[in-house]
Antibody, heavy 118, light 110 residues
């Protein structure tokens, strides 16, 4: 059974850093593309970042240079390193598994809340 | 920057049919954008409904269908039920590793 479990969220001051984790089971993170999607309170879904099986990474413009997506194949875990956090980064962060060639996300984690506030 | 557009809200009667759309601020949605649709209820993670324009995800009832209507992707719910009351999001692949969600449609069943 495919499962994605996020962790690492919490309250952080503006300018701070946080690393989110997404532990995967039932499949290998390196064999699919994986994404982070966030949802600010009361707002819609926003795609944040993606890492392809070949290692290529891409980001939404608002987080470029501040966020880094990565994976640890031995731990079967996806990460999102978030630096220089801003109030507008406050959101629930979901990890999602992608399906190659069909280009969609088929499994989602339950999300982890990041609150950026002083 | 291209914006993906959705109706902010829609209402349908129980048993009725509703079509939600997903467009582009500039240009037309085609299958090459790999349109997919997701359902989300408050406090829950998104659930995948439709991918590659019109393929239902595993376990999704056949009252949900996807298509291209004119220059937009569309999600049609035929025979709406009370538990279809949710937020619906479309997602488009813009190419070059970039994805964009629509703003979402809040569907009310009453």
């Amino acid at each position: 059974e495919v499962q994605l479990v996020e962790s690492g969220g919490g309250l952080i001051q503006p300018g701070g850093s946080l690393r989110l984790s997404c532990a995967a089971s039932g499949f290998t993170v390196s064999s699919n593309f994986m994404s982070w999607v966030r949802q600010a309170p009361g707002k819609g879904l926003e795609w944040v970042s993606i890492i392809y099986s070949g290692g290529g990474t891409y980001y939404v413009d608002s987080v470029k240079g501040r966020f880094t997506i990565s994976r640890d194949n031995s731990e079967n875990t996806l990460y999102l390193q978030m630096n220089s956090l801003r109030a507008e980064d406050t959101a629930v962060y979901y990890c999602a598994r992608g399906v190659t060639r069909s280009n969609f996300f088929d499994y989602w984690g339950q999300g982890t809340l990041v609150t950026v506030s002083s | 920057q291209t914006v993906v557009t959705q109706e902010p809200s829609f209402s349908v009667s129980p048993g009725g049919t509703v079509t939600l759309t997903c467009g582009l601020s500039s240009g037309s949605v085609s299958p090459s954008y790999y349109p997919s649709w997701y359902q989300q209820t408050p406090g829950q993670a998104p659930r995948t409904l439709i991918y590659t324009t019109n393929t239902r995800s595993s376990g999704v009832p056949d009252r949900f269908s996807g298509s291209i209507l004119g220059n937009k992707a569309a999600l049609t719910i035929t025979g709406a039920q009370a538990d279809d009351e949710s937020d619906y999001y479309c997602l488009l692949y813009m190419g070059s590793g970039i994805w964009v969600f629509g703003g979402g449609t809040k569907l009310t069943v009453l």
